[in-house]
């Protein structure tokens, strides 16, 4: 089992910015790669960034060079900075790990979510 307890949300203007944290505990020798998704009500999570194990990095189409994905493996810390931020990043952001045990099973593994809101 992992763990992931994020922090980092809150309340900021628009083009302010903020940094999230999630630290990973437990099994942590089994994640394979780490990201950030966000959900508002009644709509689907979506992807915001992710970091493979082999710090390969993917980012969402709506980020537009504003976001940045982060990793600190002495302190199983993934980090997403986010700057200019828009009232529509208004959401719960997640963490997520991404599992694969040597038997081949895989799955995800997912934080409670912080929130950010963006005034304008």
């Known amino acids: 089992q992992v763990q992931l307890v994020e922090s980092g949300g809150g309340l900021v203007q628009a083009g302010g910015s903020l940094r999230l944290s999630c630290r990973a505990s437990g099994s942590i020798w089994t994640i394979s790669g780490m990201g950030w998704y966000r959900q508002v009500a009644g709509r689907q999570r979506e992807l915001v960034a992710s970091m493979a194990d082999d710090g390969t990095t993917e980012y969402a189409n709506f980020v537009k060079g504003r976001f940045t994905i982060s990793r600190d493996d002495a302190a199983n810390t993934v980090h997403l900075a986010m700057n200019n931020l828009e009232p529509e990043g208004t959401a719960v952001y997640y963490c997520?790990?991404?599992?694969?045990?040597?038997?081949?099973?895989?799955?995800?593994?997912w934080g409670r979510g912080t929130q950010v809101t963006v005034s304008s």
């Open positions: 997520q790990a991404e599992y694969r045990y040597s038997s081949g099973a895989n799955g995800d593994y």
